[in-house]
């Protein structure tokens, strides 16, 4: 079974210290939630750090974009999309794991799925607000 653990590191870093103090608690608590399916926690343990990640996620979402909006970032729109796409399929993955009674291998296959989206969204769509924030100071 391939797992994968994933830590923010230097280079996910957007500039803007609020979005990146998130961004690392974010993959904390992704890898927590992982490593408890890899090392067979409870269902109970896995559901509260599901729902724990997916109310994280909204909260993070919240803020960056409520920071977009206060900058007058012009991809606001674009990354709205793609915070409700992703909060979408958080929640897709929390319905999937209740269905299945608390499979284990669930959770294991979407650290996939949430590892690749968190780096590649970070990497291609937050690093763009900051290079905005640096491109637009007096």
Same mark, same amino acid.
């Given at each position: 079974m391939f797992f994968m653990a994933m830590g923010w590191t230097?280079?996910? &870093?957007?500039?803007?210290?609020? !979005?990146?103090?998130?961004?690392? !608690?974010?993959? /904390?608590?992704?890898?927590?939630?992982?490593d408890a399916g890899k090392n067979g926690k409870a269902k109970e343990f896995i559901a509260q750090m599901l729902d724990f990640l997916d109310e994280y996620t909204k909260m993070h979402f919240r803020d960056e974009e409520k +920071?977009?909006? &206060?900058?007058?970032?012009? /991809? +606001? /729109? @674009?990354?709205?999309?793609?915070?409700?796409?992703? !909060?979408? /399929?958080?929640a897709k993955l929390k319905d999937e794991y209740a269905r299945s009674g608390g499979n284990i291998a669930v959770i294991i296959n979407a650290n996939?799925?949430?590892i690749n989206w968190l780096i590649q969204h970070i &990497? @291609?769509?937050?690093?763009? !607000?900051?290079? +905005?924030?640096? &491109?637009?100071k007096a």
């Open positions: 230097e280079d996910l &870093s957007v500039g803007v210290d609020v !979005i990146d103090q998130q961004h690392k !608690i974010w993959f /904390e608590k992704a890898n927590q939630l992982f +920071y977009m909006l &206060s900058i007058h970032y012009p /991809e +606001y /729109e @674009t990354q709205k999309k793609l915070h409700t796409n992703f !909060i979408a /399929e958080l996939q799925m949430v &990497s @291609t769509q937050d690093k763009k !607000i900051g290079q +905005y924030v640096r &491109s637009h």
